[in-house]
């Protein structure tokens, strides 16, 4: 029994020692996990605070299109009232009604002049 006696005896100390090892890998892996986390958080702020400077931008940019596009209708409105303006509504005549215009207007294009 003497034998059985000093191996358990070994077995205690390592089965000791791998306790000690354990709590020590425990300890360690705990204060890597909390900066690890430290770690991950920082950088989503960082992350979080692109997001909001590109979000910034969008806005501008998109009250930016906004702005031209109605530059754009409204340029657009009075182009198409100047071309309504500028055209001119002629009634259609036969040939016969025609010439009577055109005489009519060659007649009304002469200068009297009095003294």
């Known amino acids: 029994m003497n034998e059985r006696d000093l191996i358990i005896e070994r077995l205690e100390k390592k089965l000791a020692e791998k306790e000690k090892e354990i709590k020590e890998l425990k300890r360690v892996a705990g204060m890597n996990v909390e900066e690890m986390k430290s770690e ?6 960082k992350e979080l605070e692109k997001v909001r400077v590109l979000e910034a931008k969008v806005s501008e940019l998109n009250k930016t299109v906004e702005s031209l596009m109605d530059e754009i209708l409204y340029l657009k409105s009075e182009l198409s009232t100047r071309e309504q303006k500028s055209r001119e509504i ?7 009604e025609e010439s009577r ?3 009519e207007k060659e007649d009304s294009d002469e200068i009297i002049v009095v003294d």
Do not use: N, V, Y
């Open 40 to 45: 991950i958080i920082s950088e989503i702020r």
């Open 90 to 96: 002629r009634e259609i005549l036969s040939p016969e």
């Open 101 to 103: 215009e055109t005489e």
